[in-house]
């Protein structure tokens, strides 16, 4: 009796017990063998080596490559971002100053409808007259227009071709808003001060000044909104743009001239008062 199957056999004589024991011996002592051919140093599973090898490097350079795209790509929106937001400050400060002179041109405006029904009104608004002389001594800056039609690299980076139009437009209206406004304006003062006589204020064309200041403004804030709605950058991203800028503001120092050129004006008219009335009671 060397063994379980054995022993029962000899206790029941029962072949079929016999045989079923045997059975599950057999089973239980089975092996899992890895086929010859898929054993190493066998040319199949060389092969299968090389195979997840390639697999491995393919994934490996797509996502090295893949996320130096995406890095890039990243990189390359935050500066088209960047430029346009400059671009579009820049708008921003040019409209704030021409809408800084369309109060000026009312203010003016309603002065000479006052003084063509009331002339006697003339010497008390003389003073008041020098917003006129505001308006003529507007100054841009042109140093991010210059940055803008300059460089090529510029257009690459933005990559937007209706952007660039609509910037170009832009920049072509407020040089026609100098032109045309700005600096003949500042002719006509030159030639009729508007303060040396009623005749001078009242053959000055103001309202059509105002007119002509009106449709500049008015298409150069449309430029403007367009170029926002482009590139999908809104109203908040653009204050917050602009709280972070140092802006060398060129108005400085033409603030400076005008306080000091209003001094001037005010002693000048303030001299010639003092004349104009000595000179009357003398008659």
Same mark, same amino acid.
């Given at each position: 009796?060397?063994?379980?199957?054995?022993?029962?056999?000899?206790?029941?004589?029962?072949?079929?017990?016999?045989?079923?024991?045997?059975?599950?011996?057999?089973?239980?002592?089975?092996?899992?063998?890895?086929?010859?051919?898929?054993?190493?140093?066998?040319?199949?599973?060389?092969?299968?080596?090389?195979?997840?090898?390639?697999?491995?490097?393919?994934?490996?350079?797509?996502?090295?490559?893949?996320?130096?795209?995406?890095?890039?790509?990243?990189?390359?929106?935050?500066?088209?971002?960047?430029?346009?937001?400059?671009?579009?400050?820049?708008?921003?400060?040019?409209?704030?100053?021409?809408?800084?002179?369309?109060?000026?041109?009312?203010?003016?405006?309603?002065?000479?409808?006052?003084?063509? *029904?009331?002339? $006697?009104?003339?010497?008390? +608004?003389?003073? !008041?007259?020098? =917003? /006129?002389?505001?308006?003529? #001594?507007?100054?841009?800056?042109?140093?991010?227009?210059?940055?803008?039609?300059?460089?090529?690299?510029?257009?690459?980076?933005?990559?937007?071709?209706?952007?660039?139009?609509?910037?170009?437009?832009?920049?072509?209206?407020?040089?026609?808003?100098?032109?045309?406004?700005?600096?003949?304006?500042?002719?006509?003062?030159?030639?009729?001060?508007?303060?040396?006589?009623?005749?001078?204020?009242?053959?000055?064309?103001?309202?059509?000044?105002?007119?002509?200041?009106?449709?500049?403004?008015?298409?150069?804030?449309?430029?403007?909104?367009?170029?926002?709605?482009?590139?999908?950058?809104?109203?908040?991203?653009?204050?917050?743009?602009?709280?972070? *800028?140092?802006? $060398?503001?060129?108005?400085? +120092?033409?603030? !400076?001239?005008? =306080? /000091?050129?209003?001094?001037? #004006?005010?002693?000048?008219?303030?001299?010639?008062?003092?004349?104009?009335?000595?000179?009357?009671?003398?008659?």
């Amino acid at each position: 009796m060397n063994n379980l199957a054995d022993y029962l056999y000899l206790c029941n004589n029962d072949d079929k017990t016999y045989r079923e024991i045997n059975q599950c011996k057999h089973i239980m002592n089975i092996k899992l063998h890895t086929p010859k051919s898929l054993k190493m140093g066998s040319g199949l599973a060389n092969f299968k080596q090389f195979i997840m090898s390639i697999v491995a490097t393919s994934i490996s350079i797509v996502l090295t490559f893949g996320t130096a795209y995406f890095v890039d790509k990243n990189k390359k929106e935050k500066e088209k971002l960047e430029i346009a937001k400059m671009i579009i400050y820049d708008m921003d400060q040019t409209i704030k100053k021409i809408e800084k002179n369309d109060s000026a041109f009312d203010k003016v405006c309603r002065m000479q409808l006052q003084v063509a *029904q009331q002339p $006697e009104y003339f010497d008390s +608004l003389r003073s !008041r007259l020098l =917003s /006129v002389g505001d308006i003529s #001594m507007t100054k841009f800056s042109e140093t991010t227009e210059k940055v803008f039609s300059t460089s090529i690299e510029t257009f690459n980076t933005i990559g937007n071709a209706n952007f660039v139009d609509a910037v170009t437009k832009f920049y072509i209206n407020r040089q026609s808003y100098k032109d045309e406004i700005i600096n003949v304006l500042k002719k006509d003062l030159e030639e009729k001060p508007l303060m040396a006589s009623e005749k001078y204020f009242l053959d000055l064309d103001l309202a059509d000044y105002r007119l002509l200041h009106r449709s500049f403004l008015s298409t150069m804030k449309k430029h403007r909104n367009y170029c926002m709605q482009l590139l999908d950058i809104s109203e908040d991203d653009m204050v917050a743009f602009a709280e972070k *800028q140092v802006v $060398e503001d060129t108005g400085d +120092l033409a603030e !400076r001239e005008d =306080s /000091v050129s209003k001094s001037w #004006m005010k002693e000048y008219f303030e001299h010639c008062a003092i004349i104009d009335k000595a000179k009357k009671e003398k008659k």
